[in-house]
T-cell receptor
Framework: GDSVTQMEGPVTLSEEAFLTINCTYTATGYPSLFWYVQYPGEGLQLLLKATKADDKGSNKGFEATYRKETTSFHLEKGSVQVSDSAVYFCALSPRAASKLTFGTGTRLQVTL | GAGVSQSPSNKVTEKGKDVELRCDPISGHTALYWYRQSLGQGLEFLIYFQGNSAPDKSGLPSDRFSAERTGGSVSTLTIQRTQQEDSAVYLC????????????FGPGTRLTVT
């Protein structure tokens, strides 16, 4: 079945540091890929998505590129802020209107 | 516009009691999903509705769990004879099926079984 593997957390960074959170997936066909974020005390929010190979999703300074050859969708940000502290979830969906399969989540803590 | 709403936001119940959790999807979204978020299991899919029918119930953990959707809108997740392992945050999401794949999540219902 489909699965998503993301790096264990927590990840602790100083403000303005470079962020990478690794995500790899196993799926048949060409799934859509997502990063969701959960800020403390809040619900899951879509951060970015990519629906086909080589697509780059971007939002709020975060980027991720759909790499079919390495089955990866790593999340990056050039300069993190304290306000980016949250739990980040990588997810996939095999097609529209089907379930999301999530990774275990990576907690990011950014300090001054 | 209004997002996905869920009620109640918190529910404490005694072991063995039945509970009902409600989800109001984004207006016009025909697809509706239930997920569960717990410390030990992460985010797990429970059930998916397309309109009022449920083509994928594969994530329901036992026959104590059931869900329905009426009028292609509101959905209710029912847990009968609750157990302590049912304690979790139950999340509802909705999506449009007009070619867009992203799902929009509600704030969740935190269920605590004592």
């Amino acid at each position: 079945g489909d699965s998503v593997t993301q790096m264990e957390g927590p990840v602790t960074l100083s403000e303005e540091a470079f962020l990478t959170i690794n995500c790899t997936y196993t799926a048949t066909g060409y799934p859509s890929l997502f990063w969701y974020v959960q800020y403390p005390g809040e619900g899951l929010q879509l951060l970015l998505k990519a629906t086909k190979a080589d697509d780059k999703g971007s939002n709020k300074g975060f980027e991720a590129t759909y790499r079919k050859e390495t089955t990866s969708f790593h999340l990056e940000k050039g300069s993190v802020q304290v306000s980016d502290s949250a739990v980040y979830f990588c997810a996939l969906s095999p097609r529209a209107a089907s379930k999301l399969t999530f990774g275990t989540g990576t907690r990011l803590q950014v300090t001054l | 516009g209004a997002g996905v709403s869920q009620s109640p936001s918190n529910k404490v119940t005694e072991k063995g009691k039945d509970v009902e959790l409600r989800c109001d999807p984004i207006s016009g979204h025909t697809a509706l999903y239930w997920y569960r978020q717990s410390l030990g299991q992460g985010l797990e899919f429970l059930i998916y509705f397309q309109g009022n029918s449920a083509p994928d119930k594969s994530g329901l953990p036992s026959d104590r769990f059931s869900a329905e959707r009426t009028g292609g809108s509101v959905s209710t997740l029912t847990i009968q004879r609750t157990q302590q392992e049912d304690s979790a945050v139950y999340l509802c999401a909705s999506s449009s099926t007009s070619g867009r794949v992203e799902q929009y999540f509600g704030p969740g219902t935190r269920l605590t079984v004592t």
